[in-house]
């Protein structure tokens, strides 16, 4: 790995992005073909509204967070941050300094595939942060790393100025180039799914507004009472 920093990175139209919000990761998810995901280990930390916004990519040595520090320089209000590591890594690598001055330069939140720390204090500052583990242990600041190249996260490549929205269901990752296909695409989504939600609470089942019942059918799946299953097993 080649320490670098790309400075100027471009980013997707952050209006665009934010109007994602509207209708959160499982929505987005499902109307982009189920991709884009970071995966179920990636929470957050507390509950909260969803947040949307630009990549600022961060690549980390385990146990060292020189190059979060590095990357804040390079942000931007209505950017996210989005750090990994070159290997699995637990430690607390961020907490309430980092930030605060993240929060002051206008960055929308943090997600990252390493500890975290100062949770109370996070909470209490209201900073959005999605992480698989919360870990005391503190990490140093000596080994170089990258900032503003692809990265990797459960098998999706982040580049900087991709869209990242995240919310109580988890976190995904929007191409730059894709954003506008992914807010109408989740709009006629949520479009349809309001059409079902109106249709189950007059009552419909289902089976019947999804025609499942034919698949039933050709499942071989059959319908039994009670004393019918008795007498078969017996």
């Not at 665009?16 to 919000?21: E, H, I, K, R």
């Not at 730059?176 to 695409?185: G, N």
């Not at 059918?217 to 299953?229: H, P, S, V």
Request: net charge neutral; glycine share 10%.
């Amino acid at each position: 790995m080649t320490p670098l920093i790309i400075t100027n990175p471009p980013r997707a139209n952050l209006a665009t992005v934010t109007a994602l919000t509207d209708y959160g990761v499982a929505t987005v998810h499902e109307a982009l073909g189920r991709t884009g995901y970071l995966g179920p280990h990636l929470r957050p930390l507390y509950p909260g509204p969803p947040i949307a916004g630009t990549a600022i990519t961060v690549l980390c040595w385990p146990g060292d967070n020189l190059m979060i520090h590095a990357a804040i320089e390079h942000t931007q209000p209505g950017d996210i941050l989005v750090v990994t590591t070159t290997s699995p890594n637990t430690d607390g690598a961020f907490g309430e300094l980092l930030a605060t001055t993240l929060q002051h330069r206008g960055v929308r939140g943090l997600i990252t595939t390493t500890g975290i720390r100062d949770t109370t204090q996070l909470h209490t500052m209201n900073f959005p942060v999605w992480s698989p583990t919360i870990s005391a242990q503190g990490t140093v600041k000596n080994t170089p790393g990258s900032v503003n190249t692809p990265i990797t996260i459960a098998g999706q490549h982040i580049h900087p100025g991709d869209a990242i929205l995240a919310d109580n269901d988890g976190a995904m990752v929007i191409p730059r180039h894709h954003t506008h296909t992914a807010l109408t695409t989740a709009q006629t989504r949520a479009h349809k799914e309001q059409a079902t939600r109106q249709a189950f609470r007059n009552g419909t089942l289902g089976l019947d507004h999804y025609n499942l019942r034919p698949k039933l059918t050709q499942l071989g799946i059959q319908y039994l009472t009670a004393e019918e299953y008795a007498r078969q097993d017996g």
